[in-house]
């Protein structure tokens, strides 16, 4: 299983996208590979045009869905400390959707360069190529 984050998406989605990122989020889709979590969900239809928003939907429904717990909030908070004592200001639902990821065992396919240094803190969060 992999956890889609919004950024994969929003190359999905667009005309001019990244082809392999294109590629790599239908065949997830498509497979029943395909995850979501709530910050990621929240980020795509809060910026959706409305002329796209079905289409959005139903894609993003054809998805196992993740919730954020909890336990969660409480890590991603400490996460976020020892991110910022390196320097690194990183947006909290970014630090979510890793560690949903995490906690589900799955890899995140992202364009986000974030996660990477989220990595730096949580080294078992898995990056898939696309």
């Given at each position: 299983m992999t956890l889609v984050d919004t950024s994969a998406w929003i190359e999905f989605f667009r005309g001019d996208g990244d082809a392999a990122t294109k590629r790599a989020v239908g065949n997830l889709v498509l497979a029943g590979e395909a995850a979501v979590t709530c910050p990621v969900r929240f980020e795509l239809l809060q910026g959706a045009r409305d002329a796209e928003l079905a289409d959005l939907l139903d894609?993003?429904?054809l998805?196992?869905?993740w919730p954020s717990t909890p336990d969660h909030w409480?890590?991603?908070a400490g996460i976020a400390r020892e991110l910022r004592k390196?320097?690194?200001n990183i947006p909290v639902s970014d630090i979510?959707?890793?560690l949903c990821a995490i906690t589900n065992k799955a890899s995140l396919l992202a364009r986000d360069r974030h996660?990477?240094?989220?990595q730096e803190v949580l080294n078992e969060l898995e990056l898939a190529s696309a």
């Open positions: 894609a993003i429904e998805c196992e869905r409480d890590a991603a390196r320097g690194r979510l959707i890793a996660f990477r240094m989220i």
